[in-house]
């Protein structure tokens, strides 16, 4: 079967670093989603990954290793507004997404 | 507007009552998606339109019934429900159904079933 897999609740500090680890099985590979979602709203899109290796976006990066199976996103110099869950998501190959459970990240002052 | 858009956000029902949830996407895509949010459960995909042609329906129960009258407005009816069916209700779109596409969602619907 399909499974993704990531931590229920994570806590960390203002201004400290996170990294919210995600591994998969899936039928087939088009790619890795991260979503945001703040309590009562929608999940908005952060970042997409189809190729190993890191992408950058400001505050927010995201990691790959297909042979692995597995991916990150990194939240750096985190700020309250940065508590959240976030949801991995993969595409298999019938271009349907595989959700995770979500990550519920507890930012503290 | 822009972007996606639900209506209502709040929706309280009787397991007898009939009710309907609205989703409308500004974005100029050809597929919409209806998905459940349960708490602490990936979410679940319901249905998948693709220019307003049904593509999927992943073992849904029969009281729930989507509409799509064209590829900006999507419909989920609803009739008697059961209190297990109370979840967030989640609308997306995307550019295209077959393609490694983002998908968008609204804000949601949160359905309470008496």
């Known amino acids: 079967g399909q499974n993704i897999d990531q931590p229920t609740e994570m806590t960390a500090t203002e201004g400290a670093i996170v990294q919210i680890n995600c591994t998969y099985q899936t039928s087939g590979f088009n790619g890795l989603f991260w979503y945001q979602q703040h309590a009562g709203e929608a999940p908005t899109f952060l970042s997409y990954n189809v190729l190993d290796g890191l992408e950058e976006k400001g505050r927010f990066s995201s990691f790959l290793s297909r042979s692995k199976g597995y991916s990150y996103l990194l939240l750096k110099e985190l700020q309250m507004k940065d508590s959240a869950s976030y949801l991995c998501a993969v595409m298999d190959s019938n271009y349907q997404l595989i959700w995770g459970a979500g990550t519920k990240l507890i930012i503290k002052p | ?114």
């Open chain 2, 1 to 114: 507007e822009t972007g996606v858009t639900q209506t209502p956000r709040h929706l309280v029902m009787g397991m007898t009552n009939k009710k309907s949830l609205k989703c409308e996407q500004h974005l100029g895509h050809n597929a919409m998606y209806w998905y459940k949010q349960s708490a602490k459960k990936p979410l679940e995909l319901m249905f998948v339109y693709n220019f307003k042609e049904q593509t999927e329906n992943n073992s849904v129960p029969s009281r729930f019934s989507p509409e799509c009258p064209n590829s900006s407005h999507l419909f989920l009816h609803l009739h008697t429900l059961q209190p297990e069916d109370s979840a967030l209700y989640l609308c997306a779109s995307s550019q295209e159904r077959e393609g490694p596409d983002t998908q968008y969602f609204g804000p949601g619907t949160r359905l309470t079933v008496l």
